[in-house]
C-alpha cells in the first residue's frame, strides 16, 4: 500500500522531517514502513496498517506545525514531546544582515550576531569567537552563500582541522575521503540546511563549493572566493598563520573558534587564541566575541555553558 502526503512549503517539509530526519526515523522504526521525501511529497510504502499509522502520525504532526489540534493526537501517534525553544524577538536594524534561504529567512537573534554579520560585510578578514551553539559558522555560512548568490564571489571553500588538531589520520580505517568526512560533517550539516540538497551537491561536484581538511589549504592562493575555517581554536599558530595568508584578490574568510573547547596538546598555544592578540590592530580585520547570551540552539545549551564558566571561575 502506498500513501502521499503533500505539504505546502520546503520549510514545513523541514520541520515535519525533523532535526536531522529524526521523524522519518522515527516512523520507519515504529511503523514499518519505507518513506520517500521529495521537496514537498512524502510518500508512505509499506503494509495496510503501517501506512495508515505512519500516516496519521505524519498528518498529526502536521497539525500541529499549522497550529491545529495536533498536540494531543501527538502523544498517541507517540511523539517525544520536547522543551519549547525560546523564540527570539530580536529584530536587525538592517536589512543587509538578513538572507533568504530555501524560502526561510535567516537572520541574527541577538545584537552581537547582527555586528558579526555586519563584520563580514565590512571586512575581508573577520575572526569569530564563542560558544557553541552561537551561531558562529552557521551565520558565516549564510553569508557566503549570499555572496555566492549575489556573485560577489565565484566559489565558497570550507575547511577545519581534520580529527582535531593533529591531522594524524593513519589510524583511521579507509580511503582518505572516509578518514576526513567524519570531521567535516558539521559543514555539510550547515550547507545542507540552507541549500537544496540536489544543489548542494551539483555544487560541490563543480568545486563553486570546496570542502576540505585545513592540511589542503596549504601552498594554494584563494582568488575571488569566501573562505571559512571552522573549529580555528583547534589549529596551532603555523596553521592559522597558513590559513590566513591563502586569501587572493576578491575573498573574503571567516575564521571561528570556541576557545573554551580546545583539544590541543598541553605543550601547544591555540593559533586562534594568538591570533586573536597579534591581529587586533590590523586595519581590516574584525574580531567578534559571542557568548552564551547569543546561544540559539536549545535553551538548556545557555544554561549548560554559563554552568561551566562558573565552576571553572
Do not use: W
Amino acid at each position: 500500500m502506498e500513501k502521499t502526503l503533500t505539504l505546502n512549503s520546503n520549510q514545513e517539509a523541514i520541520r515535519l522531517y525533523g532535526s536531522l530526519d529524526e521523524n522519518l526515523r522515527h516512523a520507519e522504526e515504529k511503523f514499518k514502513v519505507r518513506l520517500a521525501a521529495r521537496n514537498d511529497k512524502l510518500r508512505i510504502i509499506g503494509s495496510k496498517a503501517g501506512v495508515e499509522g505512519a500516516y496519521r502520525f505524519f498528518l498529526n504532526t502536521l497539525e500541529a506545525i499549522r497550529g491545529g489540534p495536533g498536540p494531543a493526537k501527538h502523544k498517541e501517534a507517540g511523539l517525544k514531546k520536547k522543551p519549547a525553544r525560546r523564540e527570539s524577538t530580536y529584530e536587525p536594524a538592517s536589512e543587509a544582515v538578513r538572507f533568504y534561504h530555501r524560502g526561510k529567512s535567516i537572520r541574527p537573534h541577538s545584537v552581537n550576531q547582527e555586528h558579526y554579520l555586519a563584520a563580514i560585510r565590512d571586512h575581508d578578514v573577520v575572526i569569530c569567537i564563542g560558544p557553541a551553539g552561537t551561531g558562529k559558522t552557521y551565520l558565516a555560512m549564510a553569508a557566503a552563500l549570499d555572496h555566492l548568490k549575489r556573485k560577489v564571489v565565484s566559489r565558497i571553500v570550507l575547511t577545519r582541522p581534520a580529527v582535531e588538531a593533529g591531522e594524524n589520520l593513519g589510524f583511521l580505517p579507509g580511503d582518505l575521503y572516509a578518514k576526513v568526512n567524519p570531521y567535516l560533517r558539521p559543514l555539510y550539516d550547515a550547507l545542507y540546511d540552507m541549500m537544496d540538497y540536489e544543489e548542494a551537491n551539483r555544487n560541490l561536484e563543480r568545486g563553486v563549493i570546496e570542502v576540505a581538511p585545513l592540511a589542503y589549504m596549504r601552498g594554494r592562493t584563494l582568488n575571488d572566493s569566501f573562505v571559512i575555517l571552522d573549529e580555528g581554536q583547534n589549529c596551532t599558530s603555523t596553521q592559522v598563520k597558513m590559513f590566513l595568508t591563502r586569501l587572493g584578490e576578491a575573498s573574503k574568510t571567516v575564521l571561528t573558534g570556541d576557545v573554551t573547547q580546545i583539544d590541543l596538546p598541553s605543550a601547544k598555544q591555540s593559533g586562534l587564541i594568538e591570533a586573536r592578540e597579534i591581529l587586533a590592530s590590523i586595519k581590516g580585520i574584525s574580531i567578534c566575541q559571542l557568548t552564551e547570551t547569543d546561544v540559539v540552539r536549545h535553551p538548556l545549551v545557555r544554561e549548560i555553558i554559563a554552568a561551566y564558566d562558573r565552576h571553572q571561575h
